[in-house]
Structures are given as structure tokens and as C-alpha cells.
């Protein structure tokens, strides 16, 4: 499974390639041994994050096993059990993938209906069908390192509250509150152990209620930041790309190009869409997860049940400059010149430099002390919460320490 992910980062495919086997008016048909599909859900494409890379995952093997990719997108949520059913009545598809949490129920729904068809949802919690693979990450894995590094980041700087803007109030995104929380505590017992000073840093937290409204997501991060938030967390896919608006803005008033305040993106490697606000992204790799359920399916080897996906095999962690540049490089050549263009660079040298001096805005013990959480959560000696429900959540924002958090993941 690493040597997997290893190649995913040196490995991915343009945002807008074309997958082996498609079709487009006026061009050759190209022979392929099979088809894919793929069903967004309202968040849709263009999100730069959640959406786009199970496009990344779903194109790369569409390109690697030579099939026919085909891609559905929902509009509202009563499209989702069409778009499934439109798909499994043509009993041409390898796997359908289904990508979020909100098509559980339709996915449920419809692979009752084709007992014989292949489905792999992401996010979605379905663990007794023989013909569903559930693809599930440990957000709050990666969310805890998210929250060491700005809580770290606020103590360093004499500050007191940190930010997290979510998208809509689901059981998934409890795991991201809860593991950004969970870091953040333990930022501030690690502090109090490097410096001897204690230190207390409120989350300031909001559910947007939407993954594609970045307006919405600009006008919380903004509502945060004036409430003393010194690290942003974005939470909330499209919606997401506001809150770096946000914290641009803040920077330009004060005549910065560099945080702090910083921004984390989410998902993919955000890093690039604004160097200088965006001080890391706690990486998701959905695409992985896409990759593997088509791989499977192609090589006959697809099971039901739960594919589960940690820090310790990779599919979660806090984005490198490599990983950076990996995910600017796998943009179509065209949309890389422009974005340089627009962002004021002449060569991606200067983007990567860019991105080594933001970090370097942070010290390097605070890097290290990410880094030691990680060790500790893979080996299993710190354990995140992981609340799935309103009760969970409430508990883990009541917690005091992290050491209370811990004993809720037990």
C-alpha cells in the first residue's frame, strides 16, 4: 500500500486530462478493455479538493488499465439514486464509484437493486454488501497534525485562538473537528513542556452548511479572523477556497505576502492555489482510495465491506513541499503558466522556493513536533478520537486535555 501512495505523488494526472477510452465528438474512438464510472456529489468538480481528486484517482486508472471512464454529476441530492440507477441498468461498469458520505443511502438503495454490479463509495459507512467496498479515512489523524501545527503556531506567535471552517454539520466532518481539536490540545501541553509557559487556545468553529459556496466560506473565515483566529482550518471543499481569500486579504492590509495569520488547506495539496497564505493542507487521498477500488475490480480481486485508511498507511498526513509541487505539476501545462503568470513567478523553481520560505516562517521545532505526533499516533501511542455523531462531538469539545480526548477513542 506505501510503495502505492509513493507513486500517487510523484504520479498524478492533470486536472483536466481525458481518460483513455473516452469519447469526445469528432475523434477516434480509442479500443478499451472495460468502462469505470464515477458519480460526484453536489460539491462537484472544480472544488480543487474532495471531488477533484477522486477525479484524479478514477482518470489515472482509467489511463493505467485502459478503460473508458464515464462521469456523472449530482445536482441536488435527489439525484443521486437516478444517477446510480442510470449507470447500473447499462451492466457495463467495472465499479461504480460513488464519492461522499450524503450517496450512503442512495448507494445502499440501488446496490440492492444490482446485486451483480460493483459499487465503491467514499466516505460512506456500508459494511455488510458483497458487491459495496466502503472507503474510509482517518481524518482525524491527519486533523490532529493539522491542529498541533496551528495551535503551536498561535502559542509561538502569544496568540489564543485558532479557526476551522467546516462544510455541512456530517458525521465525517465530526472527525476533522474532533482530531483538529485533539491537536491543538496536545499543542498546548507540548508547549508548556518545551517553554514551561502554559497556554490556552480556543477553537472558533462553524458549519457552513455547504461544500460550494466559497462566499460563505470567506465571510466565516473573515468572522473568525476578526475574533483573533490566528490559524485557519478549511474544512469545506469549494467552500473551502474563500477562506484563503480571507486570510489574503488580511495579509494585504498589512502590506504581508506571508502569514501569519495562515490558512491549512484540506484534501489535496492546497498549497500551491495561494503560496504564502496557505501554510500546509492535511492531505486525503481520495484518489488513492478511487485507484484501489478500480484496481481491484480490474484484477478480480474487489471484496465488500471497509478499506480503512490512516496515517500509517499513508492516506492521511500534512502536505511537503514535494507534494506541492507534485499536485502543481499534474495540472494541464497551460493552466501551469497561467497560474505562475498570475501568481507573479517565471518558473516553478521560484513557486517551490516560495513555498520553502512560507514554511520557513515557522520554526523547525514546531515541524519537528508534527512530526513526533505522527510517530506516536501510527505506533499506536496516541490514539484520536474519532465521534461520528452529535453526542461524540459534544464530548470531545468539552474535553479539557488531550488526555481526556484520548480516553473518548477507547
Known sequence: MKKLFSLFLIGLLALGVVASGCISPGKEETQTKGAIAIVYDVGGRGDLSFNDMA??????????????????????????????????????????????????DAVKQVADEYPDQKFAIIDGYIPDKDNVMSILFKENEGSALAGALAGLIAANDGKDKVGI????????????????????????????????N???????????????????????????????????????????????DAVSEVLDSQGKKMGPPFAIGVDSAQDWIKPGVIIASMMKRVDVGVYTAVKDAVEGTF????????LKEDGVGISSVDDVMAMFNSLPEDTQKQKL?????NSKDELKQYLEQTRAQVPAWIWEAVNDLKGKIITGTIKVPAPMDKEGIEKVRAAKTWQEMMELAK
Not at 225 to 244: D, K, N, P, S
Not at 303 to 310: N, P, T, W, Y
Not at 341 to 345: C, I, M
Open 55 to 104: 477525479y484524479l484517482g478514477a482518470s489515472k486508472a482509467a489511463k493505467d488499465f485502459n478503460l473508458e471512464l464515464v462521469e456523472l454529476q449530482s445536482n441536488s441530492e435527489d439525484d443521486y439514486v437516478k444517477n446510480l440507477e442510470t449507470l447500473a441498468s447499462q451492466k457495463k461498469y467495472l465499479v461504480i464509484i460513488a464519492v461522499g458520505f450524503m450517496m450512503t
Open 165 to 196: 471552517v467546516l462544510g455541512m454539520e456530517i458525521p465525517v466532518l465530526y472527525k476533522f473537528e474532533a482530531g483538529y481539536r485533539f491537536g491543538v490540545k496536545w499543542a498546548e501541553d507540548y508547549y508548556k513542556q518545551k517553554t514551561g
Open 198 to 244: 502554559d497556554v490556552s487556545i480556543d477553537v472558533i468553529y462553524q458549519y457552513t452548511g455547504t461544500f460550494n459556496d466559497a462566499a460563505k466560506g470567506k465571510a466565516a473565515a473573515r468572522a473568525q479572523l476578526a475574533q483573533g483566529a490566528w490559524v485557519i482550518y478549511q474544512v469545506a471543499g469549494g467552500t473551502g477556497l474563500g477562506v484563503f
Open 303 to 310: 471484496k465488500g465491506g471497509i478499506v480503512e485508511l490512516g
Open 341 to 345: 503568470k498570475d501568481l507573479g513567478f
